[in-house]
């Protein structure tokens, strides 16, 4: 089942602005991931956050978490048209041998130039 | 460097005929292997994993089978295509000791 759910569906924007994801999951997790996946294209890591940690930062990516709230944002500072490519978030039990990942549906986030 | 190969990148098939999809993972030895499934526009659904050699866990009842003849080598089969078995089909490995996954570029199957 789909734990993870982004929000919004789909987001555009023009290049410069900021871009904020949003995702609710429904059990306890170890860590959470955010994922980039250009059209057609497999997914690429992005950036890991531990349920002990409340915010982590990458270049222009800023993750935040509150496992109270059971959710996790994800900010793309300064847009650029390149950045277009849907966003998922996938959470991580911390349990099972093979540490498997439940992915949510993902943001379509389009970047106008 | 670790690499991960997936073919063919495109299958058109009919219904009713087999299926065989690979996936091979160069520069790291035994990983967990994950095969996904992903319908236009949605998210993944995670359809098989194995933490090694012949070692395979099905997440979904369904009419595909996995297996894993060697270490770094994961194929994906069906004996008889369904239309709902089209759909995109990914492949990812994970090493010990971490926690992200690393895809390959993925199979377009159009079941017709």
């Known amino acids: 089942s789909q734990q993870g759910e982004e929000d919004p569906q789909a987001l555009s924007i023009q290049e410069g602005e900021n871009a904020t994801m949003n995702c609710s999951y429904k059990t306890s997790i170890n860590n959470l991931q955010w994922y980039r996946q250009n059209s057609g294209r497999g997914l690429v890591h992005l950036i890991l956050i531990r349920s002990n940690e409340r915010e982590k930062h990458s270049g222009r990516l800023r993750v935040t978490l509150d496992t109270s709230k059971k959710s996790s944002s994800l900010l793309i500072t300064a847009s650029r048209a390149a950045d277009t490519a849907s966003y998922f978030c996938a959470t991580d039990p911390g349990s099972g041998s093979a540490r498997q990942l439940t992915f949510g549906s993902g943001t379509q986030l389009t970047v106008l130039p | 460097s670790q690499t991960i190969h997936q073919w063919p990148a495109t299958l058109v098939q009919p219904v009713g005929s087999p299926l065989s999809l690979e996936c091979t993972v160069e520069?790291?030895?035994?990983?967990?292997l994950y095969w996904y499934r992903q319908a236009a526009g949605r998210g993944l659904q995670l359809l098989f994993y194995?933490?090694?050699?012949?070692?395979i866990s099905s997440e979904v009842p369904q009419n595909l089978s996995a297996s894993r003849p060697q270490d770094r080598q994961f194929i994906l089969s069906s004996k008889k295509l369904l239309l709902s078995d089209s759909g995109f089909y990914l492949c990812a490995w994970r090493g010990t000791g971490v926690y992200e996954q690393y895809f390959g570029p993925g199979t377009r199957l159009t079941v017709t």
């Open positions: 520069g790291t030895s035994n990983p967990n």
């Open positions: 194995s933490v090694g050699i012949g070692q």
